[in-house]
């Protein structure tokens, strides 16, 4: 399986593209009556119990799971915390508890559920039990159920005549039969085995190694289906994990160039039959052996590659390239129908302007598939005015992305809040299910565990912790969150200098940090040079706490936009985490630049490569975007004329990512004898001040040795006096 490709900004109307990366279905309540809900049922009676303790023989487990509500009784030691459980044998959607309690009762207690017995999470939370009977509504799923006791009621243990789960049972494969649309022009469904399907889904971003681990996680969200991007020789366990949860998959096949960086090549769809030759040889292998699995619920051909291809091509050339494609999808639809004739076929692209080339091109795909994030309800309108004759799916969606936001004050995309990001997922499912008969469910965009730039905006997971939209996702699918544990929320988060914070010094941040539940945080602060340099990775800065909500961040050296990150943790495996740019800009230098637009020369230049021509005079312009930039050779040489004998004190030299390991400063009266002022062998770019104390005409820098394997370049070379 091929993971997500990296998040990007793609042009065009109604785009609505991945993220590294970067999902609807309307409900079937909306497309026809629902199947009957399975009943209630008893789970616990007779099943496996164990507890932490029992006071004595005649008080075991067992004898709050046999039925009898006033004839046995299980009993604990009389300290804290205690608790008991019950093996349900297989997983089970669980609807409520009941704990009938004797005289020494839980005050303080939690109803917990797992999976494995051993990774809990809790369903419910009780404070002020007055005993008796305690009737508790839960949502969630696990096989193992337990009362955790956190407070008695007095000084003897905890003690239930009976502790009943109730529920509907879980764990098994997805239902069997095949998997239709049906339904007429306005009126589909999604069928599997002839009873509606709504997908409620996530894209999937884990290892597929990790899939035992994650989900359990996914399917106690209510979601049923996953998404990924390409399907081949290691996708069966991820399969196999789905299907022992009971989710599907809609398994994907990836078609070049795909929808932005990293996608690869730009194929000619016209005269290219080799590449599609190959391409539909691959599939249809991987379409045989994944026909009859349990968990797959359809076939999914190429991700946005009809707007992909423009930056491939333009003009006539791009309108044959974009009919061809979507010639050769259908091309691919037939050969996957001819081997299942089970499991539907469909096609992602996110741009609606794809589908006038799908119903012109490919009639034989079953449904349309759309990523759409921030203008995910005009998905509806473009359908309808399109006058389209098939359903369609989201297939990523969520938040507003990178490319749908305005700049802030910075020039950077301006991220939305966690509490605005929970708001978007909770838009894009009102939108699917708004579209009755017509959307036939969502995989929204992202169960991803990546804690970096593209995982913050988008993961609901990014490195194992919970956020707001992992809430609101949640709700969307299973109807509710009560009884969890929610993330710490953040608001009014502020930078300040937020436009020129000093490389190397501190400026500070501030915000509004609650948690709902009253838990004691945490915090962790972030800095992504995304922006500065393209790296995507968080790394944690150097900070300290200054009170009140504020907190003292050490700027990078590098120079540039950063984005700064606060990720408040509860300690139950939930964060917020909110972001705002910073502007780091060159620590301010008194006195005057005497270098400023003076005659600047130096042993070479680059005529021509990226931003260049790069002349030395670039490096004393007083801009800092603009650069000098030398040869690829060692040693090099850059040098300021003057004018006249001047008092230098400091230098500023700002560099580009090309810089200088070893360097000298050297001064001179007449520009042909110099004397070295100052040496280092261990420059690491980014900004050097240094002090000098001489008087001179001319000012050079020597540059012995290069710290990249490019030459040595200066946005700055500052003389102050």
């Not at 030691?77 to 609807?95: A, E, M, T, Y």
């Not at 909500?549 to 700027?555: D, M």
Request: aromatic share 10%; glycine share 12%.
């Amino acid at each position: 399986m091929s993971t997500a490709p990296s998040y990007r900004r793609p042009p065009g109307r109604r785009a609505v593209p991945l993220l590294a990366l970067g999902a609807l279905v309307a409900s079937s309540l909306a497309l026809a009556a629902p199947p009957a809900q399975a009943a209630e049922t008893l789970l616990s009676q007779g099943k496996p119990a164990t507890a932490s303790s029992q006071e004595g023989d005649g008080y075991a487990p067992s004898a709050a799971v046999d039925g009898n509500l006033t004839g046995t009784r299980w009993a604990s030691r009389w300290s804290d915390p205690q608790w008991i459980q019950v093996d349900l044998g297989q997983r089970s959607d669980l609807s409520r508890a009941v704990l009938t309690w004797e005289g020494a009762y839980g005050k303080g207690y939690q109803i917990q559920a797992s999976d494995n017995g051993t990774d809990w999470r809790t369903l419910k939370t009780v404070t002020g039990g007055d005993g008796g009977t305690d009737e508790i509504a839960v949502s969630g799923s696990g096989r193992y159920v337990r009362m955790l006791g956190t407070e008695r009621s007095g000084g003897y243990g905890y003690s239930l005549w009976e502790f009943q789960v109730y529920g509907t049972t879980d764990g098994t494969p997805p239902a069997a039969g095949a998997v239709k649309v049906t339904g007429s022009q306005g009126d589909w469904q999604l069928t599997v085995g002839g009873r509606p399907y709504t997908v409620k889904g996530l894209t999937w971003g884990p290892a597929i190694a990790d899939a035992p681990k994650y989900m359990p996680d996914v399917k106690s969200m209510g979601v049923n289906t996953i998404r990924t991007w390409g399907t081949d020789g290691g996708t069966k366990p991820l399969l196999d994990s789905a299907a022992e949860h009971g989710i599907r998959v809609v398994n994907g096949f990836w078609l070049q160039p795909g929808g932005g960086p990293g996608s690869g090549g730009c194929v000619d769809y016209v005269t290219d039959t080799t590449y599609k030759n190959n391409m539909l040889t691959e599939f249809a292998k991987w379409v045989e052996a994944y026909k009859s699995h349990p968990a797959t619920l359809m076939w999914n051909v190429g991700n946005e590659s009809v707007l992909g291809l423009q930056n491939c091509y333009g003009g006539a050339e791009l309108e044959a390239q974009r009919n061809a494609y979507t010639g050769f999808v259908n091309d691919v639809a037939k050969k996957i129908h001819s081997i299942d004739p089970d499991h539907p076929v469909t096609s992602t692209d996110a741009w609606t302007g794809a589908w006038p080339y799908y119903k012109r091109n490919a009639p034989d795909l079953d449904l349309y598939s759309m990523n759409s994030y921030g203008d995910i309800c005009g998905v509806q309108e473009d359908w309808e005015e399109g006058g389209y004759t098939k359903p369609y799916i989201i297939t990523e969606g969520g938040p507003a992305g990178e490319w749908e936001v305005p700049d802030d004050a910075n020039g950077v995309p301006d991220e939305p809040t966690d509490v605005q990001k929970a708001a978007g997922y909770t838009k894009a499912w009102d939108c699917v299910t708004g579209h009755r008969g017509v959307a036939l469910g969502a995989t929204l965009f992202h169960y991803g565990v990546e804690h970096d730039f593209g995982g913050i905006w988008f993961n609901l997971v990014p490195d194992g912790l919970k956020r707001l939209s992992y809430y609101a996702v949640k709700k969307a699918y299973s109807g509710s969150t009560s009884g969890d544990n929610t993330p710490p929320v953040i608001t009014d988060m502020a930078v300040t200098p937020a436009a020129s914070a000093a490389a190397g010094e501190e400026f500070t941040v501030r915000a509004d940090v609650r948690d709902p539940d009253g838990d004691p945080m945490s915090y962790k602060v972030f800095l992504s040079g995304n922006y500065a340099s393209g790296d995507k990775r968080l790394v944690e800065a150097e900070w300290r706490a200054t009170g009140n909500g504020t907190f003292a961040v050490k700027a990078p050296e590098k120079l540039g936009v950063w984005k700064v990150y606060i990720q408040a943790e509860d300690g139950r495996g939930n964060a917020g985490i909110e972001t705002k740019s910073v502007k780091v800009v060159a620590p301010p230098v008194t006195g005057t630049n005497v270098a400023l637009n003076k005659p600047t020369t130096a042993s070479s230049f680059q005529p021509s490569y990226g931003d260049c021509p790069c002349e030395p005079a670039k490096a004393t312009d007083g801009r800092a975007d603009t650069r000098w930039a030398s040869d690829w050779s060692d040693p090099q040489w850059i040098q300021v004329d003057l004018g006249a004998a001047t008092a230098v004190r400091k230098l500023q030299l700002v560099w580009d990512p090309a810089y200088a390991k070893s360097y000298e400063v050297q001064v001179s009266d007449n520009g042909t004898t110099w004397r070295t002022v100052h040496t280092t062998t261990a420059g690491n770019g980014d900004i050097d001040t240094i002090d000098v104390a001489a008087t001179a005409r001319h000012v050079r820098l020597h540059l012995t040795a290069r710290g990249t394997g490019w030459g040595y370049s200066l946005h700055e070379f500052g003389i102050y006096s």
